[in-house]
C-alpha cells in the first residue's frame, strides 16, 4: 500500500477543476484557509475555464491534473468541485508519477472515478471536502477533519445508531464513494474491487427506483456479497415516483444485502451534506456497528 506524507507547512499544493466549471468568487474562503495552514496553491492554468458545463475543454481539463500530478514540488491536489466530467479524460491521464511521488488527491462525488483509479494503484486517497464547499454554513468542523487527515495522517468519525444498522465489527481498506460513479465504472479499466474491502457508499439527488437499480447491479456485479462491511454515508435529496418505491432508503438497502452477515453501519456524515468529513479511502480501517454510535478508526 502506497501512503503519500502527509503535509507540512511552507509545502506547494495543487488546485485543479477537472470537472465541473467553477468560479474563482467560489474557492476564495479555500484559498485563504490553506494560506493559515501555511500552504503555497499552485492554480491550474485553466482552473477558472469553461467550456459549456465543463472548466474548460477535455484537453484543458486533463492538462491542468496531468501538471499537478507530474510536478514533484506539489505534495497534494485539491479538485475544486466534482460534478461531471472527470470520467472523460480518466483514461488519457498519466498516474504513473505518483508511484514515485506519491502525493494526497482530495475530493469527492464525480471525483469517486478517480479515486478507484488511485485505489488500482494501491494508492491511498481522500475522500474529502472540496474547496467549493469551505464557504458553507457550519462548515468548520468538516474543514477540521480533513486538515487532520492531511497534517497528522489520523482520524476517526462516529455516527448515531439507526434500527436497521446490522451491529458487529470488521476491519479491511475502504473502497468506494458516490454510488452512481461505482456503478459507472463496470467493465472499465477502473472497475471498483471490493472484495474483502469495507464499503462505502453516499449519494444526493437521485430517484430511490434508480438507487435500488443501482445497488441490484452492484450485485448482480457480485460487488456485494464479499465485503467486510457495508458503510452508508449520506443519501439525501432522495426522490421518489408517482407510485412510491415503498421503502425507505435503509430500507432499500438493507433489503439488498439481506442474505449477507456483514456489519452495516448507517448515518455516516459523509457525502453532499454539511458536515463532511473526510476519509482515507485505501486504508486499512476498523468499523464498529454498535449501540448507541457505530465507529470507525483509521490506522496510523
Request: charged share 25%; aromatic share 8%; with cysteine.
Amino acid at each position: 500500500m502506497i501512503r503519500p506524507p502527509s503535509l507540512n507547512p511552507g509545502d506547494a499544493v495543487g488546485l485543479v477543476a477537472p470537472s465541473r466549471t467553477i468560479a474563482e468568487h467560489q474557492v476564495k474562503t479555500a484559498l485563504g484557509t490553506f494560506q493559515a495552514w501555511g500552504l503555497e496553491v499552485v492554480k491550474g492554468k485553466h482552473l477558472f475555464g469553461q467550456h459549456g458545463y465543463f472548466a474548460g475543454t477535455d484537453r484543458q481539463r486533463l492538462s491542468d491534473l496531468q501538471e499537478m500530478i507530474n510536478n514533484d514540488r506539489v505534495k497534494a491536489v485539491f479538485c475544486a468541485r466534482g460534478g461531471y466530467g472527470i470520467t472523460r479524460i480518466l483514461d488519457d491521464l498519466d498516474l504513473s508519477a505518483l508511484r514515485r511521488t506519491p502525493k494526497w488527491i482530495i475530493g469527492f462525488s464525480d471525483i469517486t472515478a478517480l479515486h478507484l483509479a488511485l485505489n488500482r494503484m494501491d494508492l491511498e486517497s481522500i475522500h474529502g471536502f472540496m474547496p467549493v464547499q469551505f464557504e458553507y454554513m457550519n462548515a468548520s468542523s468538516s474543514i477540521k477533519s480533513l486538515e487532520k487527515l492531511l497534517f497528522e495522517d489520523r482520524g476517526m468519525i462516529e455516527a448515531e445508531s439507526h434500527a436497521l444498522d446490522r451491529h458487529g465489527k470488521a476491519e479491511g481498506q475502504v473502497v468506494g464513494g458516490n454510488l452512481s460513479l461505482l456503478v459507472d465504472s463496470l467493465g472499465t479499466a477502473s472497475e471498483v474491487q471490493t472484495a474483502g474491502k469495507l464499503l462505502f457508499l453516499e449519494e444526493v439527488d437521485e430517484y430511490l427506483y434508480k438507487i435500488d437499480r443501482m445497488l441490484t447491479q452492484l450485485k448482480r456485479a457480485q460487488k456485494l456479497d464479499r465485503l467486510e462491511g457495508l458503510v452508508i454515508g449520506d443519501f439525501s435529496q432522495m426522490k421518489d415516483t408517482q407510485i412510491p418505491l415503498g421503502m425507505s432508503i435503509e430500507e432499500l438497502i438493507m433489503d439488498r444485502v439481506k442474505e449477507y452477515s456483514y456489519p452495516v453501519a448507517f448515518n455516516f456524515a459523509i457525502g453532499h451534506e454539511i458536515p463532511n468529513y473526510s476519509i482515507p479511502l485505501m486504508r486499512n480501517t476498523s468499523l464498529e456497528v454498535g449501540q448507541p454510535m457505530s465507529k470507525m478508526t483509521f490506522d496510523s
